[in-house]
């Protein structure tokens, strides 16, 4: 059983198009995450979601948007995609937030080529 | 200055041999660290975490060095199945549990 899923894996897509990407996670965990790899491959961290509460929102396009509608399901819509937002997408989940050693799960990555 | 900076790799390291490697990190208000392996189009993963007093896990060492600001991985009788690309990730304590990743150092391990 998959602990955090996402969907598309890959996603090929015009500029200027809408894209969303789906995450899912049956570990029962509370706080889930977008992440976004780039070509230098530094993951950053783009939204944070606690019970469905927006946590952590990171200096994003305003294009890219969250969605909790549960605690086990964080989609991320993007509109107008631009070239620059080809990157991986990773979707992560754990158990609570703030200090502590909380183990960050991540979903396999869905990897968004604009062109 | 980048908030956690690795050397980038590649570092070959023959079958058997031992490779260890930093990473500096530059809000002295960081609490938690932790090193997570990525393989080659993969999600990341957690490796271990790194406690105050060194820690091991098997093959693996990790250390924290406060006063320097750095935390190091070394790696034991290496295998083959020890390529990746490791990333050193540090959490401060005035954060949502936000991590901040280094961008990983690759160990590429030849038979």
């Known amino acids: 059983d998959t602990a955090v899923s996402q969907t598309p894996k890959y996603l090929v897509t015009q500029m200027g198009n809408d894209k969303s990407i789906k995450c899912e996670q049956n570990l029962g965990h509370d706080t889930m995450y977008w992440y976004k790899q780039d070509s230098k491959k530094f993951l950053k961290i783009m939204f944070s979601y606690n019970n469905k509460e927006l946590i952590i929102n990171e200096t994003v396009p305003n294009r890219f948007s969250p969605k909790s509608p549960d605690k086990a399901h964080l989609n991320l819509h993007i509109n107008s995609l631009e070239l620059g937002d080809s990157a991986v997408y990773f979707c992560?989940?754990?158990?609570?937030?703030?200090?502590?050693?909380?183990?960050?799960?991540f979903g396999e990555g869905s990897w968004l080529t604009v062109v | 200055r980048k908030e956690v900076e690795q050397d980038p790799g590649p570092f070959n390291v023959p079958e058997g041999a031992t490779v260890a490697f930093n990473c500096t990190y530059s809000n002295s208000a960081s609490q938690s660290f932790f090193w997570y392996r990525q393989d080659c189009r993969k999600e990341p993963k957690l490796l271990m975490s790194v406690y105050s007093s060194g820690n091991e896990d098997g093959r693996f060492t990790a250390q924290l060095n406060r006063a320097s600001q750095y935390i190091s991985l070394l790696i034991r009788d290496s295998k083959l199945s020890d390529s990746a690309t490791y990333l050193c990730?540090?959490?401060?304590?005035?954060?949502?549990?936000?991590?901040?990743f280094g961008a990983g150092t690759q160990v590429v391990v030849t038979p």
């Open positions: 992560a989940s754990s158990q609570g937030v703030g200090t502590g050693g909380n183990t960050i799960y």
């Open positions: 990730v540090v959490k401060a304590t005035d954060s949502w549990g936000k991590l901040q």
